[in-house]
């Protein structure tokens, strides 16, 4: 690695890390000041080390700055405290006697703790991941601005507020107790789905983005899956399901960034390296009688890695949509459900079935239903790929409807 | 919107399926709620077993099994959203217990919690 490369690879690395434990050390009262000692340990780093060079070991080098930082910081608030505000000696101040604890063992558990402190519902999903990544993943705002395809002033805007609220809420950067840890994972295994989704499905052109955000969405589950207290089935349920979707991330997307069509994928381009690590999890998930969306979703997910194009394969998956929708409706599982249904029973019952649907706003919808009536009334599959065409949004999505028409 | 129970409705409890039959009715009936809950108007329901079955009296006594004098029985019940009961009533137009002769569907409006 060269020197020009190692500090924003070490950024990417021990940024999040660094930061996580100073966050927790000073609670989200502070958490500004923890985000500037945290950028000042890299801006000091790049300092110094331009000059005379890398030291031997740059992490600790990077932590060992870190904890000075810290506890310059304590001291001069210390002797603030003392001097300025008396009254306050009294209460519980951290000491900066004691030193930044860099151990992995902290590590690990202030991020698990600070991943729990944001993915809070008094505060937007949004803002959740938002604060996620740039907390929990080390996101530079203008990364973040650009994987909303928002701008800076607003992500900021939004981060700030998110951070106010939950010092309002006097959010504590703790473990849930083992009572509320399902309730509480729910809303963390949402923001780490939402992440990941954000890099799988969005129409962002930057690939390598994409699959950063897909991967630090993964990276977060699997932190989950380390720790015994949140080592539960529908965490490795959503690990398995993300390694599923992600072993087909080279095949979905060609050249030119436009998605490939499942049908059409080059298989390959899966990865099944990645699809062996899914059903790992998977498997890991099979513990314990609950049954969540994530399990039922991780099912499906599976089936699409199986390439036979059989009837007991769409059978599964329509049966697993069919409980999917009643656990959690979603109008994609209602369009992939319908889907299902075409292929498990009939297209004729799948076009009754989707008539019923009215997803009148849904470019998908239109596709679906130009996708059913294909070589069964040309006219109405002509129709509905044009409303499909009108609706669609990006140039890759228009081109592929009007493919469709122009092949009828 | 207001909340319906589709109950299904068994006009003769005792007669026993064969697995093959059992096994198209089961996937007949995950479609039926499946169709349902894809246009998001599923709110919950549940199949209510044969075995074990009780029937309590008024004079408190307990006979086994919903059948003998009462001869028609509730296989299952599922609570749709719905406009009105004729839309109600068109979800369950789609049951599969309607292919048995003399079964039926009862369609009734929840009353609102306050």
Redesign the interface.
Known sequence: MTRQQLIPHLFRTEYRKIVAVLCKRFGFDQIEIAEDIASDTFLAATQSWSYGGAPPNPVAWLYNAAKNKAKNYLQRESTFEAKVAPQLVGNPVTGYENELDLSPQNISDSQLQMMFAICQPVIPVEAQVGLSLRILCGFGIDEIAEAFLSNKETINKRLFRAKEKLRQEKIKIEFPGLSEIDARLDTVLTTIYLLFSEGYYSVNQNQTLRKDLCLEAMRLCTMLTEHENTNQPQVNALLSLMYFHSSRFDARINRNGELVLYDEQDTSLWNYELMAKGAYYFHKAAAGDRLSKYHLEAGIAWWNTQKADTKEKWENILQLYNSLLQLAYSPVAALNRTYALAKANSREEAIIEAEKLKLVNNQFYFALLGELYTGIDREKAVGNFKAALELAKSPADKQTMQRKIDAL | MDEYALIMRHEDGSKIASPEQMEIWM?AT??W???I????K?VS?TGLLFDDAKVVHHNKMVTNGPFGEIKETIGGIIVVKAESADEAAEFAKGCPVLGGEGNSMEVRRIAKKH
């Open positions: 996937k995950m479609d709620i499946g169709g809950a894809a246009q998001n599923f329901g």
